[in-house]
Nanobody
Framework: QVQLVESGGGLVQPGGSLRLSCAASGSILSISNMAWYRQAPGKQRELVAGISSGGSTNYADSVKGRFTISRDNANNTVSLLMNSLKPEDTAVYFC???????????????WGQGTQVTVSS
């Protein structure tokens, strides 16, 4: 069994900062790409930021220069530092990881349960 657990969401004022964290645990042999997605009410889930096992990153245009994704390969964690938050960043944020299962040797995308981020004054 593999689990991804997010933490760090909450309510923040416009211009503020939040740091989201996600820890992967369970029957993990290896993790390649990790990412953060978000889904706002009435909208499709969208990629916010991704990071490879080697540390290469990519960002949605809407968050470039404001958000930073990082990971700790030794601890199977990924984080998202969000600065200069705007009301339009309000959404449920999900972490995701491309994981090779230790026992089945099957590789697939796993998702966390999501954490709410609300940007409002």
């Amino acid at each position: 069994q593999v689990q991804l657990v997010e933490s760090g969401g909450g309510l923040v004022q416009p211009g503020g900062s939040l740091r989201l964290s996600c820890a992967a645990s369970g029957s993990i042999l290896s993790i390649s790409n990790m990412a953060w997605y978000r889904q706002a009410p009435g909208k499709q889930r969208e990629l916010v930021a991704g990071i490879s096992s080697g540390g290469s990153t990519n960002y949605a245009d809407s968050v470039k220069g404001r958000f930073t994704i990082s990971r700790d390969n030794a601890n199977n964690t990924v984080s998202l530092l969000m600065n200069s938050l705007k009301p339009e960043d309000t959404a449920v944020y999900f972490c995701a990881a491309d994981i090779l299962h230790l026992l089945t040797r099957a590789r697939r995308y796993y998702w966390g349960q999501g954490t709410q981020v609300t940007v409002s004054s």
